[in-house]
């Protein structure tokens, strides 16, 4: 973006980019400054106030009491108390003015905190109890083998060495507090200052020996002998606030001195001189001060005003703190920390306990600045929360071990910042999605980490609109924020996932966990099992018979079966392919081109052969959502499920409902490769002739459970297989592509050509086979013959049968032989006494199947008992049902005759038979008879054969039985005719046949294809 980042403009100091301060150096202790024991930075003046931010109340502090102790009286007490909260600055502020008592030699930047001319002159006597290090039970070596037991046992021994502590040797041995008068003998005539720190915690120590009671002595007498004492000044500190309550871990103890030193500055009249040493708006130059050498805070406006531009820009979705005009004052302050950084550090991280504020802050953002000055992250126009390194273990612990967060280093290393071997899920998102970008999701899961940590439960956590505020930076993009923020909660472990919970973190695995360690648990053979399962189930369906996990050509049979097509579906641990595929693999070419028990037969039926193979890159994945939906099935049994929170459990049952779509899925996506059939092989001419196809995911995802969809669609985009809707390939490619082309098959054995070569097209449907034979004879293509039925191009269009009894011819051959044009009919031996040329034959019409010479089904029936009457007319024709009748009686007319004695139909196919059974028998005023004749074949390849001659009512309860049982046969075979016997002859003369004919095809299929006959007698 072209603006100075933190690098060019902020110089730390060297022991903090080092990373060198001890950890002592954070943690001023008072005693130890005293006797030397201290780092140089708080024994050193010179050192300590160079890297000390003169606050207000510092500078009060020291002010008010140098006054005090170089005689000018300014102060309007000799007592001051500073009320801080923990980690304050007070300790701080006691070793400033033990320094500044000292004469702060050396010091250059004097005029910062005080006028030097108040610094004291004179050498003053300082004691200082440090109630952190006191030993009641056993003494504290004072030196010189003294061991002081007490406040005053301490005091007595700083201000007047051996000598001064035997004035008290009693009152310290005996905890005795001394009176004001022994005090004030210790003092002298030089100025004294006394400081008290940790008077709560020395407190805790002395619980139950009676110590309270005696301390509160001791605090009258020595503030009573400091009044009266010119240039002495008492300083004690007390972490309460100001309403008097306790702060940190000595609460109890603190507030009850507060109220005690209450008391005694009522009873003595004079009030303590209340001072803070660090106000809360301080701290960040106090962080400052100490952490930086120097800050170009006038370039770093520029940088400021590119913050502001963003935020001004995006006010919409980004927090409240964006849209104040106070924020950018607060930057100027706290840069090159956003103001994030230390109102989440102040606000919510400094209401754990053990956080000392100013201190605690010191610590950890001087780790950050090391780690920032050693990483050098691109988008460091400022130091952010996303930049608190807590892969870090130094900083990690900060967190952890120095404020007791133990409970989430599980969340730590699972979701934020993992071991190289291990990486946290924050880290595979970056890497996964954001490589060669920022890491955006790091950056989201530190900040969200950063603000869970909070005392009050609704502190905790961050919304999305207070996220982006806290990343965005001018070298941010918002929406890969707003992405990592997405994919970071769908996918993290320990987020708190109850709903309208802000992003932060559980010390315990939410459900997504619980999840995925019920996933560790799935048996990997319980897995595989259902896996099969599913596969089996979702590529089982109606258009292909399934033949799921072959182990070899032998599992796959090379026979027409129920007449489907076979999908063979390979074992994904058996072979897994990619979409690069550039030859067979050996297994599948085998199954293609091998059967039989030891595999060595030639398989002849290889057009009838689909092969769905596993794609190598969804196998783990179709494993994974397999091992999901068995966890959750397990999670969701009754004694599972109740040990979740009520929002899990109505989360389990959700999921465990949408896993098994999910399952199903992942197996299709998985599943999405087709090796089919086809000239064009994949590797060319005289490999293995099968083609590859591939099955787009976002199909594959359309219809979960519907495998074989999918693999009919794509089979059907590549133009290989045939639906009973889909269009015949052309009649004429047909002849030419098989034996047809010799002149003539039978329709089985050209249906069987569709199974054996690849050229042609996998038949889904017999349906659709027949209407390539249907378009071939109107096309004059072919010829169809069917026993005596022949068609051609013109003719009525009968049922085409599949079976060695019928024919299909091609048109050059059917005319070379004889067949096609159809020979014209023998003209009648007695022609009609008056006619137009209807056929009238006096001749006996052929009798009946049963009657002497008879053949049932090669001529019209005309009676169903014995021969038939002599000298009988008998009219024939053939075609539709309506058509034949109407010709048989107007062929009769023709003949002029007043009337016809009988009606015979002969039916073709069993479906039209089954149709016009029924109708007939509700025709009234005839005698209805019906012969039927047959057998089929069931899908068992169990045979039943039948005979029925009768009346048409039985008739119609034996079509009841029968027609189901043909539907589902797998062959059939029917002779059926039904007899008309009118009692006085049906009229010719007036509407009678009419009516006749109207009844029966009213209902029936007028487009049955029959043969008539109508009988005159």
């Not at 998102?429 to 869970?452: E, M, Q, W």
């Not at 003719?795 to 044009?821: L, Y």
Request: hydrophobic fraction near 40%; glycine fraction near 8%; charge should be negative.
């Amino acid at each position: 973006m072209g603006h100075p980042n933190i690098f060019d403009l902020c110089k730390p100091r060297e022991d903090v980019v080092n990373g060198t301060i001890a950890d002592s150096d954070y943690a001023a202790n008072l005693a130890n400054v005293l006797t030397g024991r201290a780092s140089r930075d708080y024994t050193d003046a010179p050192t300590f106030f160079t890297n000390t931010y003169p606050t207000e109340g510092l500078k009060e502090l020291l002010i008010n009491v140098c006054s005090r102790l170089s005689g000018r009286g300014e102060s309007v007490s000799a007592v001051f108390r500073l009320d801080t909260s923990f980690g304050g600055g007070k300790t701080h502020g006691l070793i400033a003015l033990v320094h500044a008592a000292a004469g702060m030699k050396g010091v250059s930047n004097i005029a910062e905190f005080l006028d030097p001319a108040l610094v004291p002159s004179r050498p003053v006597r300082v004691a200082a109890f440090d109630g952190e290090n006191a030993d009641p039970a056993n003494g504290r070596p004072m030196g010189e083998g003294i061991r002081a037991h007490t406040p005053w046992g301490e005091i007595a021994y700083q201000l007047a060495g051996k000598a001064g502590y035997e004035i008290v040797r009693q009152s310290d041995e005996q905890r005795i507090a001394p009176g004001a008068d022994t005090i004030k003998e210790l003092f002298g005539t030089d100025p004294v200052l006394v400081v008290l720190d940790e008077l709560g915690e020395y407190l805790r120590r002395v619980q139950g020996m009676g110590g309270r009671d005696q301390l509160t002595v001791f605090l009258k007498a020595l503030l009573t002998a400091i009044e009266s004492t010119p240039n002495a000044a008492v300083v004690y500190t007390l972490a309460v606030r100001a309403d008097g309550k306790g702060l940190d871990a000595f609460a109890e103890e603190n507030e009850f001195l507060a109220s005690a030193m209450s008391e005694l500055e009522s009873v003595s009249g004079r009030k303590a001189t209340n001072l803070n040493p660090t106000r809360d708006d301080e701290t960040a130059k106090v962080i400052r001060r100490r952490l930086f050498v120097s800050i170009d805070d006038s370039k770093a406006a520029e940088v400021i005003h590119a913050y502001r531009e963003l935020w001004t820009t995006h006010r919409d979705i980004l927090s409240e703190e964006a849209r104040r005009s106070v924020t950018s004052t607060e930057f100027a302050q706290t840069y090159p920390f956003h103001p994030d950084m230390l109102d989440t550090l102040t606000g919510k991280t400094a209401t754990l306990g053990g956080f000392q504020r100013v201190r605690g802050m010191l610590r950890i953002l001087a780790k950050t600045v090391a780690t920032v000055w050693a990483s050098r992250p691109s988008d460091a126009s400022a130091i952010h929360l996303h930049h608190i390194d807590l892969g870090s273990d130094v900083i990690r612990r900060e967190f952890t071990t120095r404020l007791q967060q133990a409970a989430f280093v599980p969340a730590l290393l699972n979701d934020i910042a993992g071991p190289p071997e291990k990486p946290a899920l924050a880290q595979e998102l970056d890497s996964k999605n954001f490589k060669g970008l920022l890491p955006y999701g790091t950056y989201v899961a530190r900040t969200i980490f950063i603000h869970t940590l909070a005392f009050n439960n609704d502190l905790k956590g961050v919304a999305a609109d207070h996220l982006r505020y806290s990343i965005l930076s001018p070298e941010v993009d918002l929406s890969f924020i707003d992405d990592a923020r997405t994919k970071f909660r769908a996918e993290s472990a320990y987020l708190d996932d109850r709903p309208n919970a802000p992003l932060r973190f559980n010390a315990e695995a939410n459900l997504t966990q619980v999840i995925g360690r019920e996933e560790k648990n799935i048996d990997p053979g319980e897995a595989r099992t259902q896996l099969v399962d599913r596969a089996k189930a979702i590529f089982g369906g109606q258009s292909f018979d399934l033949v799921p996990f072959p182990g070899g050509p032998w599992d796959v049979p090379d026979d027409v079966s129920d007449g489907k097509p076979r999908l063979v579906l390979l074992s994904h641990d058996a072979l897994e392919i990619g979409a690069d595929l550039r030859e067979i693999p050996e297994i599948v070419g085998r199954m293609f081109e091998r059967k039989g028990a030891d595999g060595n037969g030639l398989r002849s039926l290889r057009n009838n052969l689909v092969f769905v193979v596993a794609d190598e890159t969804k196998v783990n994945e179709m494993k994974r959502a397999i091992v999901r939906r068995l966890a959750l099935q397990e999670l969701k049994r009754p004694e599972r499920v109740k040990e979740l929170a009520e929002h899990q459990q109505a989360k389990v049952f959700e999921l465990e409902k949408k896993s098994e779509t999910e399952a199903a899925i992942a197996i299709q996506q998985c599943y999405r490769h087709i090796l089919y059939p086809s000239r064009n092989a994949l590797s060319g001419a005289g490999s293995v002739q099968l083609a590859h196809s591939v099955i787009d995911i976002q199909n594959a995802s359309e219809r979960p459970g519907s495998g074989q969809l999918q693999v009919v669609r794509q089979l059907q985009s590549q133009n290989k297989v045939r639906d009973a809707s889909d269009s015949p390939d052309s009649p004429s490619y047909i002849r030419d592509r098989t034996p047809l082309k010799k002149g003539q098959m039978t329709t089985r054995d050209l249906r069987d050509e569709f199974r054996r070569d690849p050229s042609l097209s996998i038949l889904l449907s017999d349906d659709v086979f027949r209407k390539a034979i249907r378009k071939g004879v109107e096309e004059g293509v072919y010829v169809y013959r069917r026993g005596d039925l022949l068609a051609g191009p013109g003719d009525p269009m009968p049922s085409i049968n599949i079976d060695e009894e019928t024919t299909i011819f091609t048109m050059d051959f059917a005319k070379s032989n004889g067949v096609w044009p159809r020979p014209a009919p023998a003209q009648a031996a007695q022609a009609a006494s008056a006619g137009t040329g209807a056929a009238i034959s006096s001749e006996p019409f052929p009798p009946i199947e049963g009657a002497p010479g008879g053949s049932f089904g090669e001529r019209p029936q005309v009676g169903l008992e014995g021969a038939l009457v002599a000298n009988a007319k008998v009219f024939t024709a053939e075609g539709v049902l309506k058509e034949a009748l109407r010709k048989v009686i107007e062929q009769a007319k023709t003949a002029k005759l007043e009337k016809v004695d009988r009606v015979v139909i002969r039916l073709f196919e069993y479906g039209d038979a089954f149709k016009l059974i029924p109708i007939a028998n509700s025709i009234s005023g005839t005698k209805r008879s019906v012969k039927l004749e047959g057998g089929y074949t069931t899908t068992q390849d169990s045979e039943m054969m039948f005979e029925f001659k009768g009346d048409a009512q039985d008739a119609s309860t034996i079509k009841d039985y029968l027609e189901p049982q043909f539907r589902a046969a797998k062959v059939t075979d029917l002779k059926a005719s039904i007899l008309f016997d009118f009692e006085g002859g049906l009229a010719l003369d007036g509407d009678a046949s009419d009516k006749f004919i109207e009844k029966l095809t009213r209902f029936a299929s007028a487009a049955a294809f029959v043969e008539a006959a109508a009988e005159v007698r």
